[in-house]
Each structure stands twice: as structure tokens, then as C-alpha cells.
């Protein structure tokens, strides 16, 4: 039986002992057998396999000699011992499973060779160019410049690395070598990506794409695209004459208020007078970014030739400047104006080409005209509005005499010095004598109620529901007079004049005013 140690109290760091020479002969070594076919050996393991050359040379320099007292206990080894040769399989047998390494002896630490050793099943085998990590030894001293045997029993302590675990997944060498010894190992490849994902991508950028073209291009479909400035004024009369003025509005330019742009004032203007017969010629002075069309069209009958304008946008392609018509309605402030039965936000307004009928919301008033529908296609139909005014109706201008009498008539009646209407006569000589009031007579003459029957009402043009009158009746007055006790009548000639009645009719309870 041989016996094989590794450790001895005279060589504590486990380095391989000196063995005499006759260790190695042949006839020294004991043989052991294995069964065949087992980790690749052909049954028979032999101390002649050691290589001469990897027995440490007698005047290699030696470690130092620790202190006795940092020393463990000496750990006898396991015993190895021979195998009766009838429990060994025939050598000629094939192997169970075929070679997985050469065979080499087992490698003491440090990757030397022990000469004598002897290799059994199962024992780890050493390969030339590695060496094979040590066994852990708990009563093993650990020397200053030797890696720590990993124990997973031992405690790990803040700030120390643990020792190396030969199971633990970890990316280090056996031996304990730094990883910066050897190349990093090859990243992971990349999972490719999926069909659904690479779709999501592309989708999702698609609808962006998308988005930014729907933002540029979606006035330009409104529009219906119209690629030409003829397209774009036969594109809008077709709209005006199908009372779309959604569709109308995207073709022409605004430039006041738009409260009578609308599918229900177009729509009574269409009821009035239809817009038939569109006939559009391409522009024949067209550069790239103006044009200028002709066009004809019919409304209500009435053929209508004219002229549009066009200018190209980058944002709204070709827009037309002098779609609509630009009309000016001031002189109807405060009567309640409506426009095909819309009453404008402002005096100042637009209005598609078509027909429009005013109307004033006060009964007492009418406009000056011959009519109260008009057909407007161009800025220029438009100017009639300046020399239309309001003017009083029949029953209005009743209605104002009436007030105005009534007014007149009271005044007239009173005695006093002075009145409400004028013909005040506080300050009037009567040759040293003082007025009493109290005592005057006023008498509307024959002429003067023929003057108030005829009376012409005057509509204020700043403030069209005020009406006035410049014609006032004639009156005689009388009246007394005292000086030093004596009383005297006398008659005016002069002074006492009436004032100038006026009426707003935009009162709740319309009442003559005078000034």
C-alpha cells in the first residue's frame, strides 16, 4: 500500500515535497487499478506516467518557513489503496464513453507536477497550460500574496472582497486570476427585432409623417385643391351657388366682419335671386403668383361679368382678394338694420356676391329708397348705401306731429314767464315797466296751425332715431305790467321765440324733448 501526502508540518504551503529517486522507479511505485471505461483510463493508472522534468530541482529556492504558531494542524490525506485485480474489467473492453481529456497526472497548487503521485478515478486531472484550483483546506494558513481558498462558511466582512467560489457564475479564471489577464468575452448577441415591433415603428412614424402632411395639406383639400386660380373662382361661385359658404370662405380672403358670411344669409340670398350660368376663363396674365380671372355669372337673371383677383399662398394656395363685397352700412346705426335677416356685428361688413334685402327694425322708419333689396356683386354696387338714409314712414311722420302738437299745445297754455318749449319773456322791456308773472296770454295764430299740421320731420343723421322739426308755429302773447302801483297790459312783438322739438323714437316711451 502506498501513501501519498501533501502536507506535513515541514511543508505547511503545500508545495511539492522532494521525493528520492527511487520513488520514481518503476519498480517502487505501487500500481492501482480501476474498472475500464471510466473518465476515459484504460484501466491502469502508474507512477511512471509522472514526466522526469517536473520534479522541482533540488537547489530550487524554498518558501520561507512560517511561524509555528500561524501553522494549522496537519490534515492527513485520504488513503489510496489497490484494487484486487479480479474486480478490474478487461483492459480490451471498449469504453462506456470515449476520452474527454488526455491523461496527465494529478497537479499539485501552483500547476507543478508531484513526482509519485498517483491518479485515480474520479481524482482532477492536470492539463498542460492550467492549473487546477486548490482544494479547500479550512486549517490551511493563508500567506501573504496567496488568494484566499474561498470557505462558504467564513464570514465576509464591509470593505474585503469574498473569496472566490469555484461554483458561483462568475466571469474569473480558475486560479484566481484577474479578469484583466484575458480578452472580456463576447457581449450577448441581440435578440432581433420582431415583425410586430419593426411594424409598430414604422406605423407610428407613418402617422406622424401623416400629421405634419394633414396640417399642410388639409386647407388645400377644403378647397378641393384647386391648382389654378380659374379653378379656384369657378370652385367658389359653384360653392356660393349651393349655398355652401363653408366651402365659399376657404377660397377668398376676409378682411372685416364676417357675421353675414353665413349658409343662412347666403341662403336667403340664393331665394331671392339664384346664382345660375357660372362661366370661368383660365387666366391668360397668370404669373406664379398672381392672376387675374374672368368670370361671368347670373343673379336672379341678371348676367354679371367681372374680374376676380388671385394671389397664390404657400399655406392656401390660390386665394381670392376681391371675392366679396365690401359694403358700409353706418347711416342705419341704432334703426336695428338687418341684412336678409341678420343683423350685422358691425357697420362695416361683408358680404358674398348675391342679393340683400335691408330691413329697420322701427316701424316709424323706412329706407330712402325706391327699394329695400339690392344686388351687390362688386365693392362698387355697394357705394349706393351712402346716399341711403332713413327717413320717417307716413305713420312715423304722424306720430311725430302728434307728439309734437300735443307738446306745443301745453306749453302754449301755460302762463308763466317762462316755459318748457322757450318763449321766455323775463328779460322783454316794457318801458320802465316789470313784468307779472303769471299774466301772460300766448294764442297759436291761424298760420300757425296750418304749420303744425304740415310740419317736416328732420331725421338726425348722427342719431337716426332722433327726429326733429325746424317749423314751428307763430304765437301772440300778452301780458301784464306794473310801475309805481299801476298796472299796465302789454303786447310782444318781439322775442318769445319757440325752441326746436325733437324726438327719439328709440325710447321705450318715445316724449319731445326741446332745445
Not at 54 to 66: K, L, S, T, Y
Not at 112 to 122: L, Q, V
Not at 177 to 202: D, E, T, V, W
Not at 352 to 359: D, S
Request: net charge negative; with cysteine; charged share 20%.
Amino acid at each position: 500500500m502506498g501513501i501519498v501526502t501533501n502536507e506535513t508540518p515541514e511543508n505547511p504551503q503545500n508545495t511539492p515535497p522532494i521525493v528520492p529517486e527511487s520513488v520514481n522507479e518503476a519498480s517502487d511505485a505501487p500500481v492501482v487499478d480501476a474498472p475500464a471505461g471510466q473518465h476515459g483510463f484504460d484501466g491502469t493508472f502508474s507512477s511512471d506516467a509522472v514526466a522526469p522534468d517536473a520534479v522541482p530541482a533540488a537547489d530550487a529556492p524554498r518558501a520561507a518557513e512560517p511561524d509555528e504558531s500561524s501553522v494549522a494542524e496537519p490534515v492527513a490525506e485520504p488513503v489510496i489503496a489497490p484494487v484486487a485485480e479480479s474486480e478490474v474489467a478487461p483492459t480490451s473492453a471498449a469504453p462506456e464513453h470515449p476520452p474527454t481529456a488526455p491523461e496527465y497526472p494529478p497537479a499539485a497548487p501552483g500547476g507543478h507536477e508531484i513526482p509519485g503521485a498517483t491518479a485515480y478515478p474520479g481524482a482532477a486531472q492536470a492539463v498542460p497550460g492550467y492549473q487546477a484550483a486548490p482544494v479547500y483546506d479550512p486549517n490551511a494558513p493563508v500567506y501573504p500574496g496567496n488568494a484566499p481558498v474561498y470557505d462558504p462558511n467564513a464570514p465576509v466582512y464591509p470593505g474585503s472582497a469574498p473569496a472566490y467560489d469555484p461554483n458561483a457564475p462568475q466571469a474569473y479564471p480558475v486560479g484566481g486570476y484577474p479578469a484583466s489577464a484575458y480578452p472580456a468575452a463576447p457581449a450577448a448577441p441581440k435578440k432581433p427585432m420582431s415583425k410586430g415591433l419593426l411594424f409598430g415603428i414604422i406605423g407610428g412614424a407613418a402617422a406622424v409623417v401623416l400629421l405634419i402632411a394633414a396640417v399642410i395639406i388639409v386647407p388645400g383639400l377644403l378647397r378641393g385643391a384647386a391648382p389654378t386660380a380659374s379653378d379656384a373662382v369657378e370652385k367658389y361661385l359653384t360653392a356660393l351657388s349651393e349655398g355652401d359658404a363653408e366651402t365659399a370662405l376657404t377660397f377668398v380672403e376676409t378682411y372685416s366682419d364676417d357675421s353675414l358670411l353665413t349658409d343662412e344669409v347666403l341662403a336667403a340670398s340664393l331665394e331671392l335671386a339664384p346664382i345660375t350660368d357660372i362661366v370661368v376663363e383660365e387666366s391668360e396674365d397668370a404669373t406664379e403668383y398672381e392672376a387675374t380671372v374672368s368670370a361671368s355669372f347670373a343673379v336672379g337673371g341678371e348676367t354679371i361679368e367681372r374680374d376676380f383677383t388671385a394671389y397664390s399662398s404657400s399655406d392656401d394656395g390660390w386665394v381670392i382678394s376681391d371675392g366679396l363685397v365690401a359694403a358700409t352700412l353706418s347711416n342705419f346705426d341704432g334703426l336695428g338694420l338687418t341684412v336678409n335677416g341678420a343683423e350685422p356685428a358691425d357697420s362695416s361688413t361683408s358680404l358674398f356676391p348675391g342679393a340683400y334685402q335691408l330691413a329697420l327694425s322701427y316701424e316709424e322708419f323706412a329706407l330712402d329708397s325706391d327699394t329695400d333689396t339690392f344686388t351687390l356683386t362688386t365693392d362698387a354696387d355697394s357705394e349706393l348705401f351712402w346716399d341711403i338714409y332713413p327717413v320717417l314712414t307716413e305713420d312715423g311722420a304722424a306720430t311725430f306731429r302728434s307728439l309734437v302738437r300735443a307738446s306745443i299745445e301745453e306749453c302754449v297754455a301755460l302762463k308763466t314767464l317762462t316755459t318748457p318749449c322757450g318763449m321766455d319773456i323775463t328779460e322783454i322791456d316794457l318801458s320802465g315797466y316789470t313784468p307779472v308773472d303769471g299774466t301772460v296770454t300766448r294764442t297759436i295764430t291761424s298760420d300757425g296751425q296750418a304749420t303744425l299740421d304740415s310740419m317736416e320731420a328732420e331725421v338726425d343723421y348722427s342719431t337716426p332715431t332722433l327726429v326733429s322739426t325746424y317749423d314751428t308755429p307763430d304765437v301772440d302773447m300778452t301780458l301784464q305790467g306794473t310801475k309805481d302801483g299801476q298796472t299796465s297790459e302789454f303786447e310782444v312783438w318781439f322775442g318769445g321765440y319757440m325752441d326746436t322739438p325733437s324726438v327719439d323714437f328709440a325710447q321705450e316711451t318715445p316724449t319731445v324733448t326741446w332745445d
